[in-house]
């Protein structure tokens, strides 16, 4: 059975060329416009539940990078590249995170695999918070 040969519709158009002349192609769709809001004021009625408070964006973010290690379980042994002194006494990482959370850290991210700061903190943990 022979294949049949197909042309390479998204190679051409990645490569900017085409085959089907452009007088030939259908007009493009141009989408509907929109609809102005009235300038009136709502009405209100004593059933209507207030409005939701709008999420204000934070103005920036602070980040913290953990890498964890392990002695007797896995413990914080790096923060943002400064060695934790006596990491071996830290408390252990599932402890650790708890603090970190009610400090307002919200994880943003984990890898693993490549020591980024000693021999062997093969785990980091990234973390965010809104600026304060």
Do not use: C
């Not at 709008?54 to 060695?83: C, H, K, M, T």
């Not at 990482?93 to 021999?119: C, P, S, V």
Request: aromatic share 10%.
């Amino acid at each position: 059975m022979a294949r049949k040969e197909t042309p390479d519709v998204l190679g051409e158009v990645l490569a900017g060329v085409s085959e089907t002349p452009a007088a030939t192609l259908p007009p493009a769709a141009t989408p509907p416009p929109r609809r102005q809001r009235s300038a009136r004021a709502p009405k209100e009625t004593a059933d209507k539940a207030e409005p939701a408070p709008v999420a204000v964006a934070p103005r920036g973010w602070d980040y913290l990078v953990v890498s964890f290690s392990e002695y007797r379980g896995w413990r914080p042994r790096f923060i943002n590249g400064q060695e934790v002194r006596n990491w071996m006494h830290a408390p252990l990482i599932h402890d650790y995170l708890a603090q970190l959370g009610e400090d307002g850290w919200e994880m943003a991210g984990a890898g693993g695999g490549k020591a980024m700061y000693g021999a062997s903190d093969y785990y980091q943990a990234f973390f965010k918070r809104p600026k304060r």
